[in-house]
């Protein structure tokens, strides 16, 4: 599997911008970009993906390089409730007609008030 | 809402006794997915359904087998649970490419809230 490299952490304040970078230099060329987080006591959500193209939704915004290579997720405001683990990950098909997720380490993100 | 649901939230149980924990959706997904969560650490997969179809990963010890009765209903079984096997387990599901008109890999995963082991 193409793996993925995350820091361990990063820090932000309430109302300001988050990008949490990602390094896929492995990424093969039908690998989906994934980004999910992991609230505290709870099952992981889904937050954005995408392939080539930078996409947004309600949520946040990717931003994926001309290479592939590496991807951004942006958190236009983070608020409190974005303190979380948020992970960086590429989807596996694998020949497959659906997906498995292989989780990295993921960034631990710390929203300050 | 449609979702995923997980029970019980919290087990506890001792060394050695079985135990089952539940997983129901409501989605219709076609893939059913089980990971084991422990403390600090990443999920990690321990095998998964498409349909009736059972998909083991290599590395999963044969102390932990699965069962879907139907689409909407899957358990994990752990058969003699030991120290090392406490920890947060989640249940995910998923569609196929088929049924949800997208390429397999922009598939999205559906996780519940997930079952918290405790052995003693």
């Known amino acids: 599997d193409a793996k993925t490299t995350q820091p361990n952490s990063m820090e932000s304040n309430e109302e300001e911008p988050v990008h949490l970078p990602c390094n896929h230099s492995?990424?093969?060329?039908?690998?989906?970009i994934h980004w999910y987080r992991q609230l505290p006591s709870q099952g992981p959500e889904y937050v954005i993906h995408?392939?080539?193209s930078n996409v947004n939704n309600r949520m946040a915004s990717l931003a994926i390089a001309e290479d592939r290579k590496s991807s951004t997720l942006i958190l236009h405001r983070a608020t409190l409730r974005d303190a979380a683990v948020y992970y960086c990950?590429?989807?596996?098909?694998?020949?497959?007609?659906?997906?498995?997720?292989?989780f990295g380490q993921g960034t631990i993100l710390t929203v300050h008030p | 809402d449609a979702m995923v649901i997980q029970n019980p939230r919290y087990q506890v149980t001792q060394f050695g006794k079985p135990v089952t924990l539940s997983c129901s959706q409501t989605?219709?997904?076609?893939?059913m997915y089980w990971y084991q969560q422990k403390s600090s650490q990443a999920p990690k997969l321990l095998f998964h359904?498409?349909?009736?179809?059972?998909?083991n990963e290599a590395d999963t010890p044969d102390n932990f087998q699965s069962r879907r009765p139907n689409t909407s209903f899957c358990f994990l079984d752990i058969r003699s649970p030991g120290l090392g096997d406490a920890a947060m387990y989640l249940c995910a599901t998923s569609r196929d490419r088929v049924a949800g008109g997208q390429v397999a890999g922009a598939n999205v995963l559906t996780f519940g809230a997930g079952s918290r082991l405790t052995v003693l």
């Open positions: 995408g392939l080539t």
């Open positions: 989605l219709n997904h076609n893939v």
């Open positions: 990950i590429l989807m596996d098909a694998g020949g497959t007609s659906y997906g498995k997720l292989t």
């Open positions: 492995t990424i093969s060329g039908t690998d989906y």
């Open positions: 359904y498409y349909d009736k179809d059972f998909n």
